[in-house]
T-cell receptor
């Protein structure tokens, strides 16, 4: 079974509109972390936002917010007021719980290619 | 400063060559990672170093040989690669605390001819 599911292979959004990128996850761990990364065509993987499973508040970082619904196992990324520079591939990722810090991996979804239209 | 620096940015090598990829960070992170990303696919973990010791090897072929000489530096030695090894190789590092946010470098685009 997929641990991270991103159901939107591609999205087109008008500049200045808000956009929601979907991410659902599957884990039986109580402690886990959820991440969103942006990957422009240059290849660099840029960290956007993080949500810990025990965090009660939804994470926000500037124009990015994470809509965390634990019971539904979803962690959608919301980008407000989209800009042309937001065009990129977006990956949702999960780190599952372990007591052995620094000794685990991120599992990535298949990504959503976001294109902002002027 | 959340910078992870990878060199070279691009590499073309023959199947009989030996080459190395280099990754450097000065954030005091004690976990470092190598990921491989094929075109139009998500990254996949290859190796994890924790406190300069290899802690995870995801059954990577021996033609890929990682090395962590010190807490700031991570190398990936390449030998006798195949054309199917052509990919983007991403290095990342993280603290070993609760959040463990991984910061990535810009990657090395490797082409094996």
């Amino acid at each position: 079974a997929q641990k991270i599911t991103q159901t939107q292979p591609g999205m087109f959004v008008q500049e200045k509109e808000a956009v929601t990128l979907d991410c659902t996850y599957d884990t039986s761990d109580q402690s886990y972390g959820l991440f969103w990364y942006k990957q422009p065509s240059s290849g660099e993987m840029i960290f956007l936002i993080y949500q810990g499973s025990y965090d009660e508040q939804n994470a926000t970082e500037g124009r990015y917010s994470l809509n965390f619904q634990k019971a539904r196992k979803s962690a959608n990324l919301v980008i407000s007021a989209s800009q042309l520079g937001d065009s990129a591939m977006y990956f949702c990722a999960m780190r599952e719980g372990t007591t052995n810090f620094g000794n685990e991996k991120l599992t990535f979804g298949t990504g959503t290619r976001l294109t902002i239209i002027p | 400063d959340t910078e992870v620096t990878q060199t070279p940015k691009h590499l073309v090598m023959g199947m009989t060559n030996k080459k190395s990829l280099k990754c450097e960070q000065h954030m005091g992170h004690r976990a470092m990672y190598w990921y491989k990303q094929k075109a139009k696919k998500p990254p996949e973990l290859m190796f994890v170093y924790s406190y300069e010791k290899l802690s995870i090897n995801e059954s990577v072929p021996s033609r890929f040989s990682p090395e962590c000489p010190n807490s700031s530096l991570l190398n990936l030695h390449l030998h006798a690669l195949q054309p199917e090894d052509s990919a983007l190789y991403l290095c990342a590092s993280s603290q070993v605390n609760r959040d463990r946010i991984a910061f990535f470098g810009q990657g090395t685009r490797l082409t094996v001819v």
